[in-house]
């Protein structure tokens, strides 16, 4: 069966330092997503970055990037020169790409950036 | 371009009642999903509907049902709520057929049983 696994519930950065979010799957599928979304306080969930598991580069999106190994199972997601603003619950997700991009997600870490 | 909307932002019901939570997808986008998330946990796969038509279901009883109309807006249902019930549930729009499939999602609508 399909699972995420975020093994870090909570991590307290220094602001302006670089942070990484684990995040590990496992999956039989050959074809898959692997989605990283921020969740503040305020319940919305923001859509932050995507790797195809067929993409060989890892995915970029300004301050965030995806570390995608997949012979490890891994999509850690890296945000670089943290700010107040990013403090927040984040969570990995993996979509089935055979069952109607389902999205199964993670327990979630909570950040919160120390000023 | 207007995202992802949802009414009503918070709901207070009883046990026993039943409950019709409302979304309206992303302008282009064609396919709603919908979460339950409990409160310290990740959310968790409803169903999803494509072309009025419920497409994927998650592992939730038939007391939870849905409905999307010709303009893509979608409701979800909850019959003979439970105390369980009580959750923030989220709604995901996404263009189907595309190589992503991103779901965008709404604000929420936070659901309170008593």
């Known amino acids: 069966a399909q699972k995420i696994t975020q093994t870090q519930p909570g991590m307290f950065v220094q602001e302006k330092e670089a942070v990484t979010l684990d995040c590990t799957y496992d999956t039989s599928d050959q074809s898959y997503g692997l989605f990283w979304y921020k969740q503040p306080s305020s319940g919305e969930m923001i859509f932050l970055i995507y790797?195809?598991?067929?993409d060989e580069q890892n995915a970029t999106e300004g301050r965030y990037s995806l570390n995608f190994q997949k012979a490890r199972k891994s999509a850690n997601l890296v945000i670089s020169a943290s700010q107040l603003g990013d403090s927040a619950m984040y969570f990995c997700a993996m979509s089935r790409m055979d069952s109607n991009y389902q999205l199964i997600w993670g327990a979630g870490t909570k950040l919160i950036i120390k000023p | 371009d207007a995202g992802v909307t949802q009414s009503p932002t918070h709901l207070i019901k009883t046990r026993g009642q039943q409950v019709t939570l409302r979304c309206s997808p992303k302008?282009?986008?064609?396919?709603v999903s919908w979460y339950q998330q409990a409160l310290g946990q990740g959310p968790q796969f409803i169903f999803q509907y494509y072309e009025e038509e419920e497409r994927q279901r998650g592992n939730f009883p038939d007391r939870f049902s849905g409905h999307q109309f010709p303009n893509y807006s979608s409701e979800l249902n909850v019959n003979a709520l439970l105390l369980g019930d009580s959750a923030l549930y989220l709604c995901?729009?996404?263009?189907?057929?595309?190589?992503?499939?991103?779901?965008?999602f709404g604000p929420g609508t936070r659901l309170l049983v008593l």
């Open positions: 995901a729009s996404s263009l189907r057929q595309t190589a992503k499939e991103t779901q965008y």
């Open positions: 790797q195809g598991s067929y």
């Open positions: 302008s282009g986008h064609d396919t």
